[in-house]
């Protein structure tokens, strides 16, 4: 599968007569920062939840770090990092109980843990808030920590839902030279975003509508496609389009 770490073919997921997720294909490479774009109800938290190996598909196959999302979906959880727009931490442990606590979540050894906790915590000048309640920390420090936990194992793919919502523009571009790291590192990004200029920092794009995956391609490729200047201007374009109701 050379440097492809997501591969679904015809991806399916029905309740009952709804099809909220209807045969989609597509594929995203290694190091890849991939949008995954759609208006409230267009499928792709649903998409995002099969992927995760957290919902198992109706129909369709779907691999995901060399793993089947619908006979290995415990594999795919161990190699994957996630983080959601709930910041994915408990607020009312401190800040290295959260990293340690999910550390061993992802099967890490308590020594390998230690080690890279000071290092981590050093990297982002969080040494001194090390003690801290995770509710006493301000939203952006807590958005940093959520991500570089997702990351902390080193995983081959971490799945973003709306990581930046509700913070400030400077903040969410922090967040984002974080992701651009992470990429270099070798780790691929798949991101879901409401924020259109969000998905011109992405290596490419797919919008979807009601279920399918109406457009996929690079921003600037999208942009002239669709006669627009802006990364808005397709979103909008695309979504008008939509029949079903938000969820």
Not at 130 to 142: A, D, E, M, Y
Request: glycine share 8%; with cysteine.
């Amino acid at each position: 599968m050379n440097n492809t770490v997501i591969q679904t073919n015809q991806l399916t997921k029905k309740f009952g007569s709804f099809t909220a997720v209807d045969h989609i294909s597509f594929e995203v490479k290694q190091g890849e920062i991939f949008g995954f774009l759609g208006a409230n109800g267009a499928g792709k938290t649903t998409a995002m939840r099969m992927l995760c190996g957290l919902s198992k598909p109706t129909s369709g196959k779907g691999m995901v770090a060399g793993y089947d999302i619908y006979k290995q979906s415990e594999e795919v959880k161990k190699h994957i990092g996630y983080m959601s727009q709930k910041f994915s931490l408990y607020d009312d442990l401190k800040v290295w109980e959260n990293i340690r606590l999910f550390a061993g979540i992802y099967g890490m050894k308590d020594k390998e843990i230690a080690g890279k906790t000071d290092e981590l915590l050093k990297r982002l000048e969080f040494t001194d808030e090390r003690n801290t309640l995770v509710s006493q920390l301000p939203l952006g420090w807590k958005q940093k920590l959520a991500f570089s936990v997702a990351i902390f194992h080193d995983p081959k793919i971490v799945f973003l839902d709306e990581p930046t919502g509700g913070v400030d523009p400077a903040t969410r571009r922090q967040f984002w030279e974080m992701i651009y790291q992470a990429a270099d590192r070798g780790i691929t990004v798949f991101v879901t975003t409401h924020y259109m200029d969000e998905a011109e920092y992405c290596n490419r794009v797919s919008i979807m509508v009601d279920g399918k995956i109406e457009a996929l391609d690079t921003p600037h490729n999208l942009k002239q496609q669709f006669h627009s200047p802006t990364m808005d201007g397709v979103f909008q374009q695309l979504a008008r389009k939509a029949t079903r109701n938000a969820d």
